[in-house]
């Protein structure tokens, strides 16, 4: 079964610690991308990267931070300098940047305490 | 700002109607998206339209794009209960991909 995952799919964190949330996808993309959606809201771009070992911030980077080590993975780690950590993340990969369609995994609830 | 921002923000609607929704942008763009997302879920990719393209159809789906107003719509014709979602258009400004998703529309269908 070709697709993106997403774990763990609920996460609580205590303030001032770091937690890393996993992204693995076996569709040979290229692309990927992470999101963050607050309640009632669109996405915003938090990191991207379109190739191994390459990523680029996006909007909202200030207290993230990524690697890109294998073509299948893409973790995301909040840092304790993420001032408002609670939200709904979401990866995404697509064939190359260039290519539109993006496709999402479940997506992880993140809740600081 | 947002680069692409929906309306209405929500939609209410009998089974069987048809469910309109447009979007917004402020710049040159390379295409178009609309994406459903289920509540508490990922996004769903339903339709890109090139800059190019005015008209495309998938299934129910009909998307327009006017790039002289710098607008889209989405048309769900026949719409069912489980067309209840969040739909939500991206764009990414001409020159680059980094891709901007508007506030969505809330779309519920009742039965």
Redesign the interface.
């Given at each position: 079964d070709g697709g993106i995952t997403?774990s763990p799919k609920y996460l609580f964190r205590k303030e001032g610690q770091n937690v890393t949330l996993s992204c693995e996808q076996n569709l040979n993309h290229d692309a990927m991308y992470w999101?963050r959606q607050d309640p009632?809201?669109?996405?915003?771009?938090i990191y991207?990267s379109q190739i191994v070992n390459d990523f680029q911030k996006?909007?909202i980077a200030e207290g993230y931070s990524v690697s890109r080590e294998k073509k299948e993975s893409f973790p995301l780690t909040v840092t304790s300098a993420q001032k408002n950590p609670t939200a709904?993340y979401?990866c995404?990969s697509s064939i190359d940047?260039?290519r539109?369609?993006?496709?999402?995994?479940?997506?992880t609830?993140l809740t600081v305490l | 700002s947002?680069q692409?921002e929906e309306d209405p923000q929500a939609l209410s609607i009998q089974e069987g109607e048809n469910a309109t929704m447009n979007c917004s942008y402020k710049t040159s763009i390379?295409?178009l998206?609309w994406?459903r997302q289920n509540s508490?879920?990922?996004?769903?990719?339903l339709i890109?339209i090139r800059s190019n393209e005015r008209e495309k159809h998938s299934g129910r789906l009909r998307v327009t794009l006017d790039t002289s107003k710098k607008s889209s719509s989405l048309l769900i014709t026949a719409s069912r209960a489980a067309d209840t979602a969040s739909y939500?258009c991206?764009t990414?400004p001409s020159g680059t991909?980094?891709?901007?998703?508007?506030?969505?529309t809330r779309l519920k269908v009742l039965a």
């Open positions: 997403q999101y009632g809201q669109g996405l915003r771009l991207y996006g909007d709904f979401l995404a940047e260039g539109g369609e993006q496709f999402f995994g479940p997506g609830r | 947002q692409g390379n295409n998206q994406y508490g879920r990922g996004l769903v990719h890109l939500f991206a990414a991909y980094k891709y901007i998703f508007g506030t969505g």
